[in-house]
T-cell receptor
Framework: GESVGLHLPTLSVQEGDNSIINCAYS??????FIWYKQESGKGPQFIID?????DKRQGQRVTVLLNKTVKHLSLQIAATQPGDSAVYFC????????????FGKGTHLIIQP | DAGVTQSPTHLIKTRGQQVTLRCSPK?????VSWYQQALGQGPQFIFQ???????QRGNFPDRFSGHQFPNYSSELNVNALLLGDSALYLC????????????FGPGTRLTVL
């Protein structure tokens, strides 16, 4: 079946650098995408979302880019901090209002001092 | 403003037993979704409740059932537990028929021995 996936399971970056986490999706009907951050022992925390009628959205230190042509989603974190260490999941919703979210496997972001 | 709460935080059961997990949605939310997250994996959608009815269901057997109460809180029941049911069970809440923006609780860690 169609699913959301991630390119890299682990990403290690230096504190203060920018991080880019990638996600590929295969369901062309998906019209809403979300990034979640999950720290050890906790539930996923909403970071930022984007709808399919947009290609970029910015939040505080985070930017999500959507490329519908190649079905690619990315999360950019500026000036990475130790508190950004976590597993990051992208999730998609194919719309219709009644479907659950489809998650990828996640990328573990490690911040090096 | 209360976030999503879940109880209990941890639970240990043996094979064949039954378990009930509970969730209270974020204040103002009326839709509850349940997810199962195996270790090292992304959450998988179990089902969603709105107006006290199951609206949509993922690929989970009938051993998994649920309920939503008039105050929007929800229960997840799992019968005839299997070792493979060991996971983090997450509850997410959202508002109305628009299920896109889902906010997650801390989860219940279920261990089946």
């Amino acid at each position: 079946g169609e699913s959301v996936g991630l390119h890299l399971p682990t990403l290690s970056v230096q504190e203060g650098d920018n991080s880019i986490i990638n996600c590929a999706y295969s369901n062309s009907a998906s019209d809403y995408f979300i990034w979640y951050k999950q720290e050890s022992g906790k539930g996923p925390q909403f970071i930022i979302d984007i709808r399919s009628n947009m290609d970029k959205r910015q939040g505080q230190r985070v930017t999500v880019l959507l490329n519908k042509t190649v079905k690619h989603l990315s999360l950019q974190i500026a000036a990475t901090q130790p508190g950004d260490s976590a597993v990051y999941f992208c999730a998609e919703n194919s719309g219709g209002g009644a479907d659950g979210l489809t998650f990828g496997k996640g990328t573990h972001l490690i911040i090096q001092p | 403003d209360a976030g999503v709460t879940q109880s209990p935080t941890h639970l240990i059961k043996t094979r064949g037993q039954q378990v009930t997990l509970r969730c209270s949605p974020k204040s103002g939310h009326d839709t509850v979704s349940w997810y199962q997250q195996a270790l090292g994996q992304g959450p998988q959608f179990i089902f969603q409740y709105y107006e006290e009815e199951e609206r949509q269901r993922g690929n989970f057997p009938d051993r998994f059932s649920g309920h939503q109460f008039p105050n929007y809180s929800s229960e997840l029941n799992v019968n005839a537990l299997l070792l493979g049911d060991s996971a983090l069970y997450l509850c997410a809440s959202s508002l109305g028929r628009n299920t896109d923006t889902q906010y997650f609780g801390p989860g219940t860690r279920l261990t089946v021995l």
